[in-house]
């Protein structure tokens, strides 16, 4: 390991840094660092996974062997090289993000804190992608409580008890939430601002229920993992909002029950619903396999080695405990369903005033428009989200530099 390569050429920044890098060069930062210690980070290929699991490999600015104690205020951060704006911790450790690197990297775009042992997570504003999982975050604050520029965001194997923090994030294109237990019944109502949401995981959170608050679809949503939790019953229903959805994972829950003689009309787009490790009824399975995979909708993604299975899905012949709960379940659906659609009704209703008045207003500008040709109409676009944070602290006098960044390039392999 090469901990704190200095590259001369790159690093005009640091020239006057350099007295003090010498002094900290080669010391053992395993140790707790005392108060006023220096860091510099490494500019290398660091490999990591995109939003798919594919293996990515980017130049990153890379912290070695980091450990801090609570007072995370100890030590100062510095770059190597002139890329800021991709940031690594690795084999490290500390309850949060010492404030000084935000301070310190005040372009910073991504952010790489996979098991660091974090309990508690800040999420500045430039920020676009933000690479959490496997710490012990509870609690995660945005600046200014939303973030216009946040695109993809893994918190998977974490702590968290609430999302009402996660709410404003209009540019969220990939939420990571696996894996948090304490998570526990979540309504997609939450993630109605993330209108170009197309990845949603919400493996094992402790789920055992699906709500479903969403005021408008979630038009870009194309994958969603329910998978791991501890739901009993599904009605393809509850996806209504989702009209791309192509992905549905449901594998590893308690299901013994799934009405799904509406799946095409509820989702136009898709093509697999893995519905293996759940609670089936045989005969319930083999009706409801056959009403999924006559529309080439794919079931399944490992083999039953169990006696009983149909379509290769494990089930059990016990119906008549499995079947006298569905049977309970169905008749109070039945009770409520009338409720239950009227509320529907109602919300499709409220969808489709407010695109009326959308299209009020356009009609109203465009004849105003029309009406004064010659003149430029300006049209304040009133939809745009901000952000009323404060800007983090003066620059400090190294980052003058950045000036001669290279363009960020954006992640080629991003397959949607
Ligand atoms: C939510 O954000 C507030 C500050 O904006 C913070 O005090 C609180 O701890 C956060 N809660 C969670 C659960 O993340
Ligand atoms: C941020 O959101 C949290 C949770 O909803 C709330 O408690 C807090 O007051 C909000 N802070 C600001 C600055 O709006
Ligand atoms: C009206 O004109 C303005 C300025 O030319 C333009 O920005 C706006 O889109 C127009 N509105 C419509 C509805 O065409």
Not at 143 to 155: F, I
Not at 265 to 292: E, Y
Request: one cysteine or more; hydrophobic letters at 40%.
């Amino acid at each position: 390991m090469q901990p704190y390569l200095v590259d001369q050429r790159r690093s005009g920044v640091l020239h006057r840094w350099v007295p003090l890098v010498l002094l900290v060069f080669g010391a053992k930062l395993s140790l707790e660092m005392a108060r006023g210690e220096i860091v510099i980070c490494n500019y290398e290929k660091f490999h990591l996974f995109d939003s798919m699991y594919r293996p990515r490999t980017d130049n990153f600015c890379v912290f070695n062997d980091v450990y801090l104690g609570s007072d995370v205020k100890g030590a100062d951060f510095l770059a190597s090289s002139l890329d800021y704006r991709r940031v690594a911790f690795a084999n490290s450790k500390f309850p949060q993000v010492p404030p000084s690197l935000f301070k310190n990297f005040d372009d910073i775009r991504e952010l790489y804190v996979r098991r660091c042992s974090l309990e508690s997570l800040k999420i500045t504003r430039l920020l676009e992608k933000v690479y959490a999982g496997g710490n012990r975050i509870a609690s995660v604050q945005l600046d200014g409580n939303a973030s216009n520029s946040l695109r993809e965001l893994y918190l998977d194997g974490n702590r968290l008890q609430g999302l009402a923090n996660l709410t404003n994030l209009p540019a969220l294109e990939v939420l990571v939430l696996e894996n948090n237990p304490l998570l526990g019944n979540v309504d997609f109502g939450q993630f109605g601002r993330m209108e170009r949401l197309w990845k949603l995981d919400l493996e094992r959170i402790g789920m055992s229920r699906i709500s479903n608050g969403l005021k408008r679809p979630l038009a870009e949503l194309r994958r969603l993992d329910l998978s791991n939790n501890a739901l009993t019953y599904v009605h393809v229903r509850m996806f209504r909002t989702f009209p791309k959805l192509e992905h549905l994972w449901l594998h590893g829950n308690r299901l013994y029950y799934m009405e799904a003689d509406q799946v095409r009309t509820v989702m136009p787009s898709i093509r697999s619903i893995v519905i293996d490790d759940n609670r089936w009824g045989c005969g319930h399975l083999a009706a409801l396999g056959k009403q999924l995979r006559d529309r080439g909708i794919i079931i399944r993604h490992g083999d039953c080695r169990a006696e009983r299975a149909v379509h290769r899905v494990c089930c059990s012949d016990e119906t008549d405990v499995v079947d006298m709960r569905y049977l309970i379940e169905m008749g109070i659906r039945h009770e409520t369903h009338f409720q239950q659609e009227v509320r529907e009704l109602r919300a499709e209703n409220d969808m489709l005033r407010r695109d009326l008045e959308r299209l009020g207003s356009r009609l109203g500008e465009l004849m105003a428009n029309l009406s004064r040709p010659a003149e430029p109409v300006v049209v304040q676009s009133g939809t745009e989200e901000t952000v009323d944070g404060q800007e983090s602290g003066e620059h400090p006098e190294g980052n003058d530099a950045t000036a001669s960044f290279e363009e960020y390039d954006e992640e080629a392999g991003n397959e949607k």
